[in-house]
């Protein structure tokens, strides 16, 4: 099978290197910088829902939103480039950023902005994006935040067999493994191209809030 739409192992995975990607810092909107150390109090998540484009536009524009970014997670090979993930033999998905200030947002609330703004139960896929890049994944930085996923996931599963989805969602709900930042035309490329493809599409299906 294509490694396109398999997870490959670790052995199995291209070399990558040494050296990050190098980046103006400054976000495209939010006019502070894209990376760490980010002010006091801030928290950080990571989400990965299909073709990062639309996705970090949908955080960037939440109140309580600091920062974002876009980049790669999940895999194996250090610092890959867009080329080498859309090959599938990296093993990493595209990811989101999301530095926010939980004095004004929530970490549910993001949650809940990610169930319901893509599909959760598709595998290696996100509508007519396939591959193991688009696969839906949390990734988690602390005991709280991995027990608020698997709580809202089961919530949602449940949302989607009342709306009589019987599939199974597919997210993964992982501890946060190292995030490598994309390369600087994927940052905020919505906002730089406001014509540019999205894909962010909900399902009509709305978590009650708690």
């Known amino acids: 099978m294509h490694t396109r739409t398999r997870m490959i192992a670790p052995v199995e995975a291209l070399p990558g290197r040494e050296t990050p990607m190098v980046l ?18 801030l ?12 996705v970090e536009r949908l955080f960037w524009e939440l109140p309580g939103v600091y920062v974002t970014a876009v980049g790669y997670q999940g895999g194996y090979t250090p610092n890959p480039t867009y080329e080498e993930v859309c090959t599938g033999s990296t093993g990493h ?22 169930w319901e ?9 996100q509508g007519n ?22 709580q ?10 009342a709306y009589n989805d019987n599939r199974t969602i597919t997210t993964e709900i992982t501890v946060a493994k190292t995030f490598y930042f994309a390369e600087q035309y994927h940052q905020q ?22």
């Open 24 to 41: 103006e810092p400054l976000h495209f909107v939010k006019k502070v910088s894209m990376f760490p150390p980010y002010p006091e109090g």
């Open 43 to 54: 928290d950080i998540a990571h989400f990965a829902m299909g073709c990062f484009w639309g």
């Open 93 to 114: 998905t595209e990811s989101v950023l999301v530095v926010y200030d939980p004095q004004i947002i929530s970490y549910s609330t993001l949650l809940k902005i990610f």
């Open 117 to 125: 703004h893509h599909n959760p139960a598709e595998g290696f896929r």
């Open 129 to 150: 994006d396939v591959g193991t890049q688009y696969r839906s994944v949390i990734f988690t930085h602390s005991e709280q935040q991995q027990q608020l996923a698997i």
């Open 152 to 161: 809202t996931r089961d919530r949602y599963q449940s949302a989607m067999w």
């Open 189 to 210: 490329y919505l906002a730089k191209n406001p014509n540019g493809y999205c894909g962010i599409a909900g399902l009509g299906i709305c978590l009650p809030n708690k």
